[in-house]
């Protein structure tokens, strides 16, 4: 039911980008990793069994915050096309699999409908590591003499997927790796940390460049995951839009500089407070241009929450996706609550409205499913979100957070939508 201003605060946890790639980094390591702000979403479900099929042992303690792996000394490497289909991130179990046993056999991944994402600079990454890498029957299916060799990689693009693989592949070759044009998202910096953590040598962290020297063996540790910037971000916009005033807890705003920096361009005033921070809207949003970029750019994974904001701003904005180029199938669905946005190519016109009104949508990706929520909050009437499981996999504790903050908003189970 929209029309409620969102009051109070909301704690963040461990972000789904970095936790899942933590836990595949654990694969490195004979031993128990244990990883604490673990999101108890369903994407952190799927990893956990994807590891135990690999024959690790894996432990939640209390509701999903902390995550214990423990990697026997031999691992099986085939990850199979059930679990990968169900969730693109599972990729990265290649760069660790193959660094620890010599082979990886990793189904090519589905996952989210937002296009189509190559693994071309993974692949040739781990060939330049020394592994031969074929595609074969729906697997990639990657090996190497006993040990990955150090070399030097050039990245065509900063892409978050190949930097991760290539530096779990690469911190226990034998010589030196340089990497360059790498991604330098919090989340890759927090892979680092882990990575250092476990003995790992790894220069230019946070950088364009990385430069590893490779070590023998790495050990178990006790990590916690960075905050989920997106999940804070996507609270931000959601104070803005429904004129709330919303302190975000267990948060870095170091983490989201541009998209703050958007909101308050829209009229939000952002404060920075010790562990987080708070934004307060009093008035209707004025529409702002956003641009995606690699980080420290605008982040794709908060593009449909902006067009959401854009749809009920004061003007007109333009939305360009740099990144995914289907990104922009929700706004078919966001136009069902009467946005009024055009899209060309990677670019979206975005005409605010006054109001948008409730109507029944259907989500298709994690993020866009953020979107349509946000709409739905600000919607007259009632705004009905199918395929809701897709913000299972990203958003932990949603409705709860939103009822926490005021929101009318129920789940419901499908079967009694007809009931
Ligand atoms: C990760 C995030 C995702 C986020 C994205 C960009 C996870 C689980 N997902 O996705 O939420 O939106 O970063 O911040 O962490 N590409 C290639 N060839 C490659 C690799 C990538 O062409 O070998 C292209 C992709 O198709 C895409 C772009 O590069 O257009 C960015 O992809 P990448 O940065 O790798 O994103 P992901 O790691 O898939």
Redo the contacts with the bound molecule.
């Keep these: 039911m929209g029309g409620q201003r969102l009051h109070g605060s909301v704690r963040v946890t461990g972000a789904?980008?970095?936790v899942?790639?933590l836990m595949a980094a654990a694969l490195l390591a004979q031993g128990t990793t244990t990883l604490t702000e673990v999101p108890d979403i369903l994407?952190v479900e799927i990893m956990a069994e994807l590891l135990r099929r690999l024959g690790c042992g894996v432990d939640h303690d209390g509701p999903g915050r902390r995550v214990s792996i423990t990697v026997p000394k031999t691992l099986a490497h085939r990850a199979d096309y059930d679990l990968v289909r169900r969730?693109?991130?599972s990729?990265?179990v290649l760069g660790p699999l193959l660094a620890r046993c010599g082979a990886a056999e990793v189904a090519l991944p589905g996952?989210?409908n937002?296009?189509?994402?190559?693994?071309?600079?993974?692949?040739?990454?781990l060939q330049k590591l020394g592994a031969e890498v074929n595609n074969e029957h729906g697997y990639l299916i990657a090996t190497c003499q006993q040990r990955l060799t150090g070399g030097s990689i050039w990245?065509?693009?900063?892409?978050?997927?190949?930097?991760?693989t290539l530096l779990m592949a690469a911190v226990t070759a034998s010589g030196v790796t340089v990497i360059e044009n790498v991604?330098r998202?919090p989340?890759i910096v927090d892979i680092c940390a882990l990575l250092i953590n476990m003995g790992a040598v790894i220069d230019g962290v946070g950088t364009s460049t990385l430069r590893i020297e490779g070590v023998d063996h790495l050990d178990p540790v006790v990590h916690r995951t960075v905050s989920d910037r997106?999940v804070a971000g996507t609270w931000a916009i959601a104070a803005a839009m429904t004129l709330g005033d919303v302190t975000i807890l267990n948060s870095d705003p170091m983490h989201l500089q541009v998209a703050l920096d958007k909101l308050v361009d829209a009229g939000a005033q952002v404060s920075v407070l010790p562990d987080g921070f708070r934004v307060i809207m009093d008035k209707r949003p004025l529409a702002v241009d956003v641009v995606t970029l690699?980080?420290p750019g605008f982040?794709?994974?908060l593009q449909p929450q902006f067009i959401a904001l854009n749809s009920i701003a004061n003007g007109a904005a333009l939305v360009t996706e740099?990144?995914?180029?289907a990104r922009f199938r929700f706004v078919q669905e966001l136009a069902r609550l009467g946005a009024d946005v055009r899209t060309d190519g990677h670019h979206a016109l975005v005409r605010g409205r006054a109001h948008l009104s409730g109507a029944p949508v259907e989500a298709t990706d994690?993020?866009a499913g953020a979107g349509l929520v946000l709409a739905g909050l600000v919607a007259d009437g009632t705004t009905t979100i199918y395929g809701v499981s897709h913000l299972d996999r990203g958003y932990s504790d949603f409705v709860p957070a939103l009822l926490g903050l005021g929101a009318h908003v129920d789940r419901i189970e499908a079967d009694s939508l007809f009931t």
């Design positions: 789904k980008n970095s899942l790639k994407d969730m693109r991130a990729i990265c996952g989210d937002i296009g189509s994402r190559g693994l071309d600079m993974h692949i040739l990454g990245l065509d693009f900063p892409s978050v997927g190949a930097t991760e991604a998202e989340e997106i690699p980080y982040p794709t994974d740099n990144l995914f180029e994690i993020r």
